[in-house]
Structures are given as C-alpha cells and as structure tokens.
C-alpha cells in the first residue's frame, strides 16, 4: 500500500510538469491552431540558461527569473520573426516551420552547450517537509510551483485587461480588431507567455532527468498526451490530464509494462483519446452547419 501511494504521488509531481508544458501547447494551440513541435526544445533551452547562470554565480530565483525572462522574449521573438510571415500561408508549411524550428533548436543547443549530462540542482531541500518519505522535496516542491504557476495564470487571465485581451483574440480575433485590441500584439505575448510556462517546466523536470539537449523529448510526448486528454482547446483540461497522464504512466510503469516502456503509455492515451474522444475530456465539440 505505501508502494501504491509513493507512486501515486510521484506520478502527481511529474504530472504538473507534463501539465505545464502541456498548458503551453494549449495556449498556442488556441491561439494559432496549431501544435508547437517545439516547445519542449524552447523550454530545454532556457533550461540551459539557467545552467549558465547558476554557473556564473547567480542565486537560485535570480537565475529562475532570468530564465523565465529570457524564455518570454524567446517566444516573442520566434513568433515574430518565424511564424508572423507565414500567418496566411498554407497549414503543412506551418507544421514543417515547426518540425524545423525543433530541429535547429535541439542542434543549436548541442553546438552551444555540448551533449554532455549535465546535474541540474534543485532549489528545495534535501528532506522532504513534516519528515514524510512518501513523497521527495523536489517533488513537494514541484506540485506547489505547478500550483502557483495555475493560480497565476488564472488570475491573469480573467482578471486582468491585458489577460481578457488575450484571450478575446484567441477566442475571436476578427471581433476583437473591430473592437480595437491589436490582435497582433497579443498573439505574441502568447507565444512569450507560453514560452515562460515552458521554460518553468524545463527547470523542475532538469533536476529529475538530468539537462541534455535530448531531456525534453519524452516529456514533450507525455504533455501531448495530457492536451489531448483534457482537451486541446481547454487549458485547466490540459492540467487535469497532465496530473491523469502522470498518475497513470507511473502506476503502468511499475506494476504493468515496466520501467522500459512507459512512453507507450503516452501513445496509448493519445491514439485512444484520438479514436474515441478527439474533443479530450473537458474540451469542446464544435458542430459546423454545413
């Protein structure tokens, strides 16, 4: 029994990183329509700078908020600079932008940094708190950055001018450029803010499987699977169904595939979510008139 709740609760933990990069797909998704293929590499890269603060010296959160900012004007620039030119051009040139843009990032993190393992500190402590062994710091540290990382978006999002703005475009960008939103302007700090979202996951899932310029790659699959699961339009779906797909991988991992096919699980979700439920469970079901 205490076996079945550490797993329950490690798939918790590693279920709101799969969550917060899946919120980030979600946001870009709403936002373009579109899968970023690449948002596991971006997040893997402002992970490395991370690296190369905590090197030169920086504290911890120092180097978390350099990061995290590096990581917004990351995204506000690919947006910009990449997809901009390409928001009339046909759908499979969008994909294979994308497809590219997970490429060049992954080479151009390897030319930079090497391929080497890298040791990613954590920023919690040792012990875990009220000296439980149910559940590792790290991990009781990483629910409660995912937490907070919700409320704020949350907050953002529907309390604030900027927040409702962002999300009158998502939802209607014609309606919203008639009402005087630059529609423009919110997409790309959409991207800068998704690009954050990721980058956070890159810091708490570094610690766990070391930094590489490969780390994200599995990741990247289980946050797929936890969009496409909670609904790829929806993004507290996309929370919920990192949390499921967490739980689940871990419980499938140690008591039925083993250790080496975990990914599967992630497959699995995804083309059953696909055959059976394309909406996700908390996403939408649009019916066209035809």
């Not at 709740?5 to 990183?17: D, E, P």
């Not at 991992?253 to 696909?274: F, P």
Request: charge should be neutral; proline fraction near 4%; charged fraction near 10%.
């Amino acid at each position: 029994m205490f076996n079945l709740l550490q797993q329950i609760a490690s798939g918790i933990a590693m279920g709101g990183i799969y969550a917060c990069l899946g919120l980030a797909l979600v946001m870009i998704y709403q936002s373009t329509n579109h899968i970023n293929f690449a948002q596991g590499e971006m997040a893997m890269f402002s992970t490395f700078i991370a690296f190369l603060c905590l090197k030169a010296g920086l504290p911890y959160w120092a180097a978390f908020i350099a990061t995290v900012a590096f990581g917004f004007v990351m995204g506000f620039v690919i947006e910009r600079v990449v997809l901009r030119p390409l928001k009339d051009a046909p759908e499979m040139s969008v994909v294979v932008v994308f497809i590219g843009l997970f490429v060049g990032i992954n080479s151009l993190a390897g030319w930079i940094f090497g391929h080497q393992l890298e040791t990613f500190p954590s920023p919690f402590p040792d012990k875990a708190p009220f000296g439980t062994t149910l559940v590792s710091a790290h991990e009781v540290g990483t629910i409660a950055v995912v937490l907070v990382v919700v409320t704020v978006l949350f907050l953002f999002l529907r309390f604030t001018r900027l927040g409702l703005a962002m999300r009158a475009s998502a939802e209607n960008p014609v309606s919203s450029r008639l009402s005087g939103i630059p529609v423009s302007m919110m997409l790309s700090l959409g991207w800068g803010l998704s690009a954050v979202i990721g980058a956070i996951a890159g810091m708490m899932v570094a610690p766990v499987v070391f930094l590489d310029p490969n780390m994200m790659g599995g990741v990247l699959i289980y946050a797929f699977a936890a969009a496409l699961l909670g609904g790829i339009d929806n993004p507290w779906g996309a929370v919920a169904g990192g949390l499921i797909v967490g739980v689940v991988e871990n419980l499938a991992g140690t008591y039925v595939v083993g250790t080496e096919l975990k990914l599967s699980v992630a497959l699995v979700v995804i083309v059953g979510v696909l055959l059976i439920r394309p909406s996700g469970l908390f996403g939408r079901k649009l019916v066209a008139r035809v």
